[in-house]
């Protein structure tokens, strides 16, 4: 189990930003529309939404009010929880306006370029707690029209409180992807290699590790994840020997240091 020293503010990195005191766009506009259009449908209070979604109603009321935008974790928990596309087109394409590049800190990349990155991870790493246990959980990554670059989510973690969100960056100088979180100055990094032909990536993750008491130590492990289909899903949570996904899911963890996509190097 890893997290930030503040606990309750992982659910996104995107949360505390400043620009998210901003006024709601007209895209934030629309998907507030949308949403209260789902709970019109469905016949179900916004608190059912926010406990499904895993959010709290004071934010869900905030950004269909337009007091705050929806943040992209807040988004992604709810499309999860509809079951719906909630996010709107944006631009359309050619129209090459400054929102569809991403920052010169990012890397640069332009929308066009980096929609085959959009979907959802299955995602294997290491499980800190158990040893000889995997731990499995979900990364969504969008593009996030406010912030003109993509942006990541985890969800799915049986630790749910420690789920991180952050923004991508992928420069051409190295050739790799890097998932950033940024908490008040507080970072964890996941550096991935460029996908396989099988869609899958490779790499090393960063973090904080809970030791003893309060205690956090900085940890490094390898990551693996690889896109799903559209409907499909896959088991999460820890994953121990006696489980019969356990050897697939080692087998595609071993691949980060065994294939040479990244190494630790430890003292001899």
């Known amino acids: 189990m890893c997290a930030f020293v503040r606990k309750e503010a992982v659910m996104t990195a995107f949360e505390n930003d400043p620009t998210e005191s901003e006024a709601l766009s007209a895209e934030g506009a629309e998907t507030a529309r949308l949403v209260r259009e789902e709970i019109a449908r469905r016949r179900i209070s916004r608190q059912a939404l926010a406990d499904m979604?895993?959010?709290?109603?004071?934010?869900?009321?905030?950004?269909?009010?337009?007091?705050?935008?929806?943040?992209?974790?807040?988004?992604?928990?709810?499309?999860?929880?509809?079951?719906?596309?909630?996010?709107?087109?944006?631009?359309?394409?050619?129209?090459?306006?400054?929102?569809?590049?991403?920052?010169?800190?990012?890397?640069?990349?332009?929308?066009?370029?980096?929609?085959?990155?959009?979907?959802?991870?299955?995602?294997?790493?290491?499980?800190?707690?158990?040893?000889?246990?995997?731990?499995?959980?979900?990364?969504?990554?969008?593009?996030?029209p406010e912030r003109a670059c993509l942006g990541f989510a985890e969800s799915g973690r049986s630790d749910s409180r420690f789920e991180q969100a952050g923004h991508v960056s992928m420069p051409n100088l190295s050739g790799h992807i890097y998932l950033v979180t940024n908490e008040q100055g507080q970072y964890r990094l996941a550096i991935l290699s460029r996908p396989t032909i099988d869609g899958q990536l490779f790499g090393i993750l960063t973090t904080l590790e809970v030791g003893s008491g309060s205690q956090l130590v900085p940890a490094a492990a390898p990551v693996a994840l690889r896109k799903l289909a559209e409907a499909e899903e896959a088991p999460l949570g820890l994953v121990t020997a006696d489980m019969p996904h356990f050897e697939t899911y080692r087998e595609m963890l071993a691949r980060s240091t065994g294939a040479d996509f990244a190494r630790l190097h430890l003292p001899c």
Do not use: C, H, N, Q
Not at 107 to 116: D, F, H, P
């Open 53 to 144: 979604a895993r959010i709290s109603l004071s934010t869900l009321e905030k950004a269909l009010a337009g007091k705050r935008p929806f943040t992209l974790a807040t988004l992604l928990r709810i499309e999860e929880a509809l079951g719906v596309t909630l996010r709107t087109g944006g631009a359309p394409a050619g129209a090459g306006t400054a929102g569809d590049v991403a920052p010169d800190t990012m890397g640069a990349y332009a929308r066009s370029a980096v929609t085959w990155m959009e979907g959802r991870y299955l995602t294997l790493r290491p499980s800190f707690g158990t040893p000889g246990g995997l731990f499995a959980y979900l990364t969504t990554i969008r593009w996030v």
